[in-house]
């Protein structure tokens, strides 16, 4: 595996790149004080801009390692910033790394999610040189369920009543989706 970190990555419509403070601003107007989107994450919703900005120093630090893997997603025509993108659970030892990401509401259903997880299966395959990423929602969040498919990744399973849903505070069931290297990106 190589030891390239988070390198910028065009697509048609989006770049991503690394997290910067100056982005503290657009992230907290566009997601991480959206209840619409922390109701999917495992982070709360952030009350202030001061939370946004912890929470960017906490993730400019981790640029440190040469195995973090985490974009902010930006829109080309406007350079703004929409959601994030980052490999949340890395193992060298299985070549193996697990998706998590999020996007402001109002960027919903426009195809960018799938846009940018294709991108970041591409750099993490033909790059890093990862076998197999995977990812998974809890049942009441479909639609990231959808997004993992368009993007080539076939759903592996259901694990029943694995995560506690932050909002009802009830067990709830967790769908995974994997792809593998070599099982072609859709």
């Known amino acids: 595996m190589n030891k390239i970190g988070t390198q910028t990555i065009e697509t048609e419509r989006l770049t991503l790149r690394r997290i910067t403070l100056d982005d503290c601003e657009s992230m907290y107007n566009n997601w991480t004080s959206d209840p619409l989107v922390t109701k999917y994450v495992t982070w709360e919703t952030h009350s202030s801009i001061n939370d946004t900005e912890k929470y960017v120093e906490s993730k400019i630090k981790r640029y440190e390692d040469d195995f973090c893997f985490d974009w902010i997603v930006v829109l080309k025509e406007s350079n703004k910033p929409i959601g994030e993108i980052e490999a949340v659970n890395f193992s060298k030892t299985d070549s193996l790394v697990e ?18 997880l294709k ?3 591409d750099y993490m395959f033909n790059k890093v040189g990862i076998n197999k990423i995977y990812a998974r929602h ?3 969040n479909p639609a990231s369920g959808k997004v993992m498919l368009k993007a080539g990744m076939k759903y592996d399973g259901t694990l029943k009543g ?5 909002n009802t505070k009830q067990r709830t069931d967790v769908l995974y989706y994997s792809i593998d290297k070599w099982q072609p990106c859709g």
């Open 119 to 121: 991108a970041f299966i």
């Open 99 to 116: 998706m998590g990401d999020c996007y402001g509401s109002k960027y919903w259903n426009k195809g960018y999610a799938t846009e940018a």
């Open 138 to 140: 809890i049942i009441n």
């Open 162 to 166: 694995y995560a506690i849903d932050k």
